[in-house]
């Protein structure tokens, strides 16, 4: 059973920044895809960031380029969110998923993903 701990979440300022973390743990083989994805209560969850195995480097929705960086600490099994220039817009709960078999397919795509943190709210005002 793996599970994925988010961590790094709080309220700030706009303007400001925040490194979230999500840590994995359990028996854990490979792993093929990470992703961010955020939820504003009553509203589905979107893909924030991901890096997909199938491709060369990271992806990121519109509204977070040039201001979020994912990264991975293969080592450490842990998974990073750095997120310059907040605004309120980016308030939501911010969730961990990776996802452990080959997938071919839109790196935004919730079923691409097996395991999923409970998240790390992050509020911006």
């Known amino acids: 059973h793996v599970q994925l701990v988010e961590s790094g979440g709080g309220s700030v300022q706009a303007g400001e920044s925040l490194r979230l973390s999500c840590a994995a743990s359990g028996r854990i083989y490979s792993v093929y895809d990470v992703a961010w994805f955020r939820q504003i209560s009553g509203k589905e969850r979107g893909a924030v960031a991901a890096?997909?195995?199938?491709?060369?480097?990271?992806s990121y929705a519109d509204s977070v380029k040039g201001r979020f960086t994912i990264s991975q600490d293969n080592a450490k099994r842990m998974v990073y969110l750095q997120m310059n220039n907040l605004t309120p817009e980016d308030s939501a709960l911010y969730i961990c998923a990776q996802g452990f078999q080959p997938y071919i397919g839109p790196w935004n795509f919730p079923g691409r993903y097996n395991f999923w943190g409970s998240g790390t709210q992050v509020t911006v005002s």
């Open positions: 890096l997909p195995a199938s491709a060369s480097g990271a």
